[in-house]
């Protein structure tokens, strides 16, 4: 099997697409004849994935190359191309599948199907949806953005070309299928990947040694790892760590992000000083563990009525491999994905108030939890050997079923 990845995003950014990507990719490592990648830029963490083959692209804006393929009945999805890379380097291209990712790069894809000139199946993998999310009114330019991606999404997911999608969870599933009556036969569900091998967590020792180096001794910590947006509850755990500190002021907010800069600004507009914070940028998931083994509790405030009632955070993972008390709002994806899981508290959604009180009880109440291993049985089906055997089984359906 021959798998050509489309992602055209900046992949040196640790957020949860890039998160997503790197799994479902490192997933098929030892599994596919070829795998090849069409992207801007590459990461560390997939430079050491043995024959990956990497086709740098040109960074050009989506939106406009998902609009002008759109308003010409995707007439430009060929010409686009030579905006966006050398064609010389897609004709030693061999793929048996096209795995996309986003809905805004479709013209990607036909465009590289076109000049392969072959039959290999388009999937497209959603892991979001403009029409559970809300406009924010910012500015225009991002209000209109908004709008057009909304547009793009309706008309873009019925289009006969696409053969499959994959979905991080059957509750989006349902709900695409619903929205937009696709035929279930054609949405797969694709869990999120955790590459249990890499999951290193700290002796006591080595967590005292490292509360020292990052002068956190002697205080409460509360993690954050995530975007730093609306959507993901950003705001909401400002809010709410702003009112621990009355409560518990040697607190510390550990916060792992990808844009450090742009967060400093947020926090200072909060009123938080920034040595009751603790920020980093860009952190490897692999290297993750070793953070949140220090906290006392891992916060998850995803507000609710977005897209995030349907779709299980990828840094709940995270969270549960490392054995931390997770305090978060209780979304049904996060109730569904918890449920065995006795290390949480659940607050109702888009309520920062019942957010800090449920952190500040943790913190007072529980005793720290050392590393653990115990729950790493939990997350197998998320390991890249299930994660993998599932794509492949997805592939050769449809090899079959186009040929």
Request: charged share 25%.
């Amino acid at each position: 099997m021959k798998v050509l990845f489309i992602a055209p995003f900046n992949l040196k950014i640790y957020d949860g697409t890039t998160i997503r990507i790197n799994g479902l990719i490192k997933s098929l490592k030892g599994r596919c004849k070829e795998i090849y990648l069409l992207s801007p830029t590459l990461n560390e963490e997939l430079k050491k994935i043995y024959g990956l083959k990497w086709i740098s692209m040109k960074r050009l804006r989506l939106y406009l190359s998902a609009y002008v393929s759109l308003l010409t009945g995707h007439l430009a999805d060929g010409l686009l191309l030579k905006y966006q890379f050398d064609t010389d380097l897609i004709k030693d291209v061999d793929a048996d599948v096209i795995h996309t990712h986003w809905l805004l790069s479709l013209p990607l894809a036909y465009g590289v199907k076109k000049t392969l000139n072959n039959d290999a199946p388009i999937i497209v993998d959603l892991h979001g949806s403009f029409q559970l999310q809300k406009i924010l009114p910012s500015n225009l330019m991002s209000v209109m953005g908004f709008m057009a991606g909304r547009f793009h999404e309706r008309v873009g997911i019925k289009d006969w070309r696409i053969d499959a999608f994959t979905v991080p969870s059957k509750l989006f599933k349902d709900f695409i299928v619903k929205r937009y009556g696709i035929s279930p036969e054609k949405v797969f569900v694709v869990p999120d990947v955790i590459d249990l091998e890499n999951i290193h967590l700290p002796t006591l020792n080595e967590m005292f040694l490292f509360r020292k180096k990052l002068s956190l001794e002697a205080t409460k910590i509360v993690a954050y790892v995530g975007s730093s947006s609306y959507f993901h509850g950003f705001y909401d755990l400002l809010m709410a760590y702003r009112l621990v500190l009355k409560s518990i002021p040697n607190a510390k907010l550990l916060l792992i992000v990808p844009n450090a800069s742009a967060v400093k600004g947020i926090i200072r507009q909060y009123g938080i000083d920034l040595d009751s914070v603790v920020l980093l940028e860009n952190i490897p998931r692999e290297e993750i563990y070793k953070y949140l083994a220090l906290a006392d509790v891992a916060v998850l405030p995803q507000r609710g009525k977005t897209q995030f009632e349907y779709l299980p955070s990828n840094k709940l993972l995270d969270y549960v491999a490392a054995g931390r008390f997770i305090v978060g709002y209780a979304l049904q994806s996060v109730k569904d994905f918890l449920t065995g899981y006795p290390y949480k508290k659940l607050v109702r959604t888009n309520n920062y108030q019942e957010l800090a009180r449920a952190i500040v009880e943790v913190l007072q109440t529980e005793r720290v939890r050392r590393p653990s291993n115990s729950f790493i049985k939990e997350l197998e089906e998320h390991s890249p050997m299930k994660i993998g055997k599932k794509l492949i089984c997805i592939y050769k359906k449809l090899v079959r079923g186009v040929r």
